[in-house]
């Protein structure tokens, strides 16, 4: 057991009140489950907006929604100086989970002594504490109920700590600071019984592009933890910079990194995958090639590399700097070995993602070594023929992970790569299901794009970070020119919930639809940092990250954004209250007024077509993808 100390009896608050009592009060309009503002009648005692919301069925306060759910309509005073905890297993991080989420709820409260005295007392039962680091699969399941007697009584079961961690992250949320009433209170009759629908819901983090601090990493951690998803996908390095410390590679972040000041030691990252595991997220590290490679190599052979930093970029790259792996090098894959063993040692993943898109076959079909390589094993210049060398970096590329994952000690991480040439119907032949997953972006409206189809009916794993659906990069001004960046436009919350990769599948008329379905392993929102350091990341992120979290964590059964509006907007004045830097969605007046300010759906809004309808109805096929494809491989291939 396990008592908070009585000297937080006193507790202190983040804005002292300015003294004035509100005239309003908050009424339950159940048939809506909306909280309706009014001013009350004669001698009619008043309700906050923040109770009203604990107290109001149908709706609920809960982010994400659980599975399975009743709630009652009534809430108990407590003191959270009067917390107690007792669990069977894992008993310290269990309390820190606990001891995390009260201070975030006392943040909200008033200076001074309170006057309930009923205490709260949390019973976690662990089934299993041998899973001590999270990975996709781990169970997250987990029971949870709340009852009154003389004082409130919480059990909690679950089958890992991750559960109980989620089952903790539900229950503050059915706890407020009650303004009117200067208490603090819980939603006093509460069965729960929840588990995610898909087992990796999380973020793509660039911190390449521009170096992003580890206290904003934290941050993005913590609003993750807060929507109970569970990756945190780290884009570490890319052309642009190399901000990793190695031991065996030293010179690599002295040429790689912007500055001295910019960069994360092994001590950061030992700091950040303990920090992630307590807040139920695991760490996915990416080592992103044969592309996206440049910044850091200076300090190797020069040959290891390939039209690093060419000019005029847009002929050898998709965007400044450039720069790839030359696949002919045998000294190329040692160092890439290092690089694979010192993050295997740092991380110790599960999950590798190697990265894999972009490869620019017009700097490859530049080097003279590469086309000396091809022509010894009978090989030209065509697309095929560096597909051919393409695989064969992929596959050396494993042998010295899994050569790798053996020195360190560890089992063969389960490795991602994401969509790509390599993922085409005539190319997916060189990927194992059984070893990769991949992390499909293309763009999931696009009928005539044949990825999606093709990975799936090939048996392939998939998590969904569709460019359409998933991006929060998109919509803003042009970087490399004038207008819009190159996916505008901007994806509201709205579309990033409704982006449902069971749908997807559907749309695409694919073959083994419901096996396709049970080899979706998930989603990840993809923030890419061209234009966003640690300055505006928060905003960007949030609440849109948070969409997705429920859209993973209910699947099918989240049903459309309408019908999470008014919860939606209650959780992004959660993650503010909370001290993330989410961005607004509505005006306060109404947070403040719910209901008022969303317009009636159109009365003849669009249903969802499969390919085949969109095909049909646009003519056999179309030439427009034909035209972009062959444009595209005249440019790599011959360098118009």
């Not at 993050?343 to 993943?349: D, S």
């Not at 998590?463 to 990069?473: E, I, K, R, T």
């Not at 390919?611 to 118009?640: E, P, Q, R």
Request: charged residues 20%; aromatic residues 10%; contains cysteine.
């Amino acid at each position: 057991m396990c008592w908070l100390p009585v000297a937080l009896l006193f507790l202190s608050s983040v804005s002292p009140s300015l003294g004035f009592d509100s005239p309003w009060t908050f009424t339950c309009a159940q048939a809506r489950g909306l909280c309706v503002k009014r001013l009350p009648e004669e001698n009619e005692a008043q309700t906050s907006q923040s109770v009203c919301s604990l107290t109001c069925p149908p709706s609920s306060v809960l982010w994400p929604l659980p599975t399975n759910y009743s709630l009652g309509s009534t809430v108990t005073p407590f003191n959270p100086a009067l917390v107690t905890v007792e669990s069977n297993a894992m008993s310290s991080r269990v309390e820190g989970a606990v001891w995390r989420m009260r201070d975030l709820l006392t943040m909200k409260g008033e200076e001074g002594p309170l006057d309930s005295q009923v205490s709260l007392t949390i019973n976690v039962d662990i089934i299993s504490s041998a899973q001590a680091v999270p990975a996709v699969g781990v169970d997250e399941s987990y029971a949870l109920s709340v009852s009154k007697t003389e004082d409130v009584v919480v059990n909690i079961k679950a089958e890992t700590f991750f559960g109980a961690r989620h089952a903790i992250e539900t229950l503050f949320q059915l706890t407020e600071w009650d303004s009117f009433t200067h208490a603090y209170v819980i939603q006093d009759s509460v069965q729960i019984e929840d588990e995610p629908f898909y087992p990796h819901r999380g973020i793509s983090l660039d911190t390449s592009r521009n170096f992003i601090p580890v206290s904003k990493i934290k941050e993005l951690i913590d609003s993750l933890s807060y929507s109970k998803m569970n990756v945190f996908h780290w884009h570490i390095t890319d052309t642009q910079s190399f901000p990793l410390i190695l031991d065996s590679l030293p010179d690599f972040v002295k040429f790689g990194a912007y500055s001295p000041d910019m960069v994360y030691t092994r001590a950061d990252v030992a700091d950040l995958v303990s920090y992630a595991s307590d807040r139920g997220v695991m760490i996915i590290p990416e080592l992103d090639a044969p592309a996206h490679v440049g910044a850091g190599w200076e300090a190797v052979e020069d040959t290891f590399t390939v039209c690093r930093d060419a000019e005029p970029w847009q002929s050898w790259c998709v965007q400044p700097p450039c720069g790839q792996l030359n696949p002919a090098s045998q000294g190329m894959y040692d160092v890439l070995e290092m690089i694979h063993k010192e993050f295997l040692e740092m991380f110790q993943p599960s999950t590798l993602h190697m990265g894999g898109d972009e490869v620019h076959f017009g700097c490859w079909n530049s080097s003279d070594s590469i086309i000396e390589w091809l022509k010894n094993e009978g090989k030209g210049r065509n697309e095929e023929d560096f597909m051919y060398i393409w695989n064969h970096f992929q596959t050396e590329s494993l042998k010295r992970v899994v050569k790798a994952s053996s020195e360190v000690g560890i089992p063969t991480p389960r490795v991602t790569l994401w969509s790509s040439h390599l993922t085409l119907p005539q190319y997916i032949h060189y990927l194992d299901p059984d070893t990769y997953t991949v992390q499909i972006w293309a763009d999931s409206s696009d009928c005539e794009e044949p990825t999606i189809k093709t990975v799936a009916e090939a048996g392939l794993k998939m998590v969904f970070s569709n460019v359409d659906g998933a991006y929060l990069d998109c919509g803003f001004a042009g970087w490399v020119t004038d207008g819009n960046n190159w996916c505008s436009p901007y994806k509201g919350w709205q579309e990033i919930y409704e982006n449902d990769p069971h749908k997807i599948i559907e749309r695409h008329n694919v073959k083994n639809e419901e096996v396709a379905k049970s080899n979706i392993l998930g989603g990840e929102v993809a923030m890419w940092t061209e234009q966003t350091d640690g300055m505006s990341l928060m905003a960007k992120v949030e609440p849109r990250a948070a969409a997705y979290a429920e859209r993973l964590w209910r699947g099918p059964s989240a049903g459309g954004w309408r019908q999470a509006e008014t919860r939606m907007v209650r959780h992004r004045e959660r993650l503010r209250e909370r001290g993330v830097g989410a961005d607004a969605l509505v005006q306060r007046w109404c947070n403040q007024n719910e209901g008022k300010c969303l317009l009636p759906p159109p009365e003849n809004e669009e249903t969802t077509t499969t390919c085949s309808d969109t095909i049909n109805s646009a003519g056999k096929h179309g030439m427009s993808g034909v035209i972009f494809v062959t444009f595209y491989l005249c440019l790599v291939l011959f360098k118009i």
